[in-house]
């Protein structure tokens, strides 16, 4: 180890071996596989905030981020996908994954820090925004996103939108596979 970065490229290298990757001979469908993969991602990008930066910064060439790359790149050419829309199709998935995953992990760690439950400081943020005569409008035209979101918690609400967004990715690749 000769310097700070190659320490900090091992630690996110040692992040991404936590993932739980399918098998390179997994009989499951690609869509289920995805969904692995997503999740797994997530959960890392939440478990350790401090990824996220680093994982844009460096070059993600360790063995466990190499083998993250091919599970993701198997996976999307298992899905019947033209070649040149692959990457595309990458992109979409785990950049969305990363950026919610990101945002999530901040907030546990901002929560965490004003000694907050995630309920809590989401109660206390909405009641300071509903109290903002400037922003009553806005809150009154999302009071009814807000109700059919669902969940009773923030964990259960974040936890639908990761879901339904996913889904709605997926529903996407399912349709330019069939555009060809």
Not at 20 to 36: F, H, I, N, Q
Not at 68 to 97: D, N, Y
Request: glycine share 10%; hydrophobic share 40%.
């Amino acid at each position: 180890m000769d310097t700070k970065d190659d320490l900090l490229e091992l630690a996110l290298d040692r992040a991404f071996g936590e993932l739980v990757l399918p098998g390179e001979g997994a009989g499951e469908d690609w869509r289920d596989r995805l969904r692995m993969l997503a999740k797994e991602y997530r959960a890392v990008l939440v478990r350790h905030p401090w990824v996220s930066p680093l994982a844009g910064t460096f070059l993600n060439i360790g063995p466990h981020s190499l083998d993250f790359s091919l599970a993701v790149q198997r996976v999307i050419r298992g899905t019947g996908l033209p070649a040149h829309g692959q990457t595309g199709v990458i992109a979409a998935v785990f950049q969305f994954v990363y950026g919610f995953g990101t945002i999530e992990g901040h907030f546990i760690q901002r929560c965490a820090s004003a000694g907050m439950t995630q309920d809590e400081y989401f109660r206390h943020a909405m009641s300071a925004v509903s109290e903002t005569p400037e922003l009553g409008e806005l809150v009154q035209q999302s009071a009814d996103l807000m109700e059919a979101r669902g969940g009773d918690t923030v964990e259960e609400m974040r936890e639908r939108d990761f879901t339904y967004a996913l889904e709605t990715l997926i529903a996407g690749i399912e349709v330019m596979v069939d555009r060809g």
